[in-house]
């Protein structure tokens, strides 16, 4: 998935401060086929049980806040979410979404255009999305640069392997 495209999918909201620990329970930190499943199960069952292949994660505040590992990103990756809008975002889950290649977006007062269950599309390149379910418009900030780039390619290594292979 590159952030290039628009990204239409249905809204899981999530309030503020969700923690790593949340989003992906350490117990399933070193198993792969365990993390999908598990991801924000301690929040929300319903979710954790769902088929998510272009979800949308929709929270507050600090979302991701916690001890910086990679695992919650790769837990929502492989839970099948497409990207995650936030009021704002844990610095070192920011930085790790960008090297994952995750799409993220941050949209004060999100919560208050979206709710669970509403059809969002937002285009994480241009930071511009809409709830399809109210018509409501919605303006994030997207990550910027060498930045945008890296989450186009897919994560830092597919774009340094682009870059080096260019470069030759």
Same mark, same amino acid.
């Given at each position: 998935?590159?952030?290039?495209?628009?990204?239409?999918?249905?809204?899981?909201?999530?309030?503020?401060?969700?923690?790593?620990?949340?989003?992906?329970?350490?117990?399933?930190?070193?198993?792969?086929?365990?993390?999908?499943?598990?991801?924000?199960?301690?929040?929300?069952?319903?979710? #954790?049980?769902? =088929?998510?292949?272009?979800?949308?994660? %929709? @929270?507050? &505040?600090?979302?991701? *806040?916690?001890?910086? !590992?990679?695992?919650?990103?790769? #837990?929502?990756? =492989?839970?099948?979410?497409?990207?995650? %809008? @936030?009021? &704002?975002?844990?610095? *070192?889950?920011?930085? !790790?979404?960008?090297?994952?290649?995750?799409?993220?977006?941050?949209?004060?007062?999100?919560?208050?255009?979206?709710?669970?269950?509403?059809?969002?599309?937002?285009?994480?390149?241009?930071?511009?999305?809409?709830?399809?379910?109210?018509?409501?418009?919605?303006?994030?900030?997207?990550?910027?640069?060498?930045?945008?780039?890296?989450?186009?390619?897919?994560?830092?290594?597919?774009?340094?392997?682009?870059?080096?292979?260019?470069?030759?």
């Amino acid at each position: 998935m590159t952030a290039s495209a628009p990204t239409t999918g249905r809204v899981w909201t999530f309030g503020d401060r969700v923690s790593v620990e949340y989003i992906s329970p350490l117990r399933y930190m070193f198993q792969p086929e365990g993390r999908g499943t598990a991801c924000l199960k301690y929040l929300d069952r319903e979710f #954790a049980a769902a =088929e998510k292949n272009g979800d949308l994660i %929709v @929270a507050g &505040s600090h979302f991701g *806040q916690g001890p910086g !590992h990679d695992h919650a990103i790769l #837990a929502i990756r =492989e839970a099948g979410v497409a990207g995650v %809008v @936030a009021h &704002s975002f844990a610095p *070192q889950f920011f930085r !790790h979404a960008i090297v994952h290649g995750l799409p993220v977006a941050e949209c004060p007062g999100i919560l208050d255009l979206v709710g669970p269950g509403d059809v969002l599309t937002m285009d994480f390149a241009t930071g511009e999305g809409r709830n399809d379910t109210t018509g409501r418009p919605v303006s994030a900030t997207v990550p910027g640069g060498i930045a945008a780039d890296i989450v186009g390619r897919g994560g830092l290594l597919p774009f340094l392997r682009n870059e080096l292979s260019t470069s030759r």
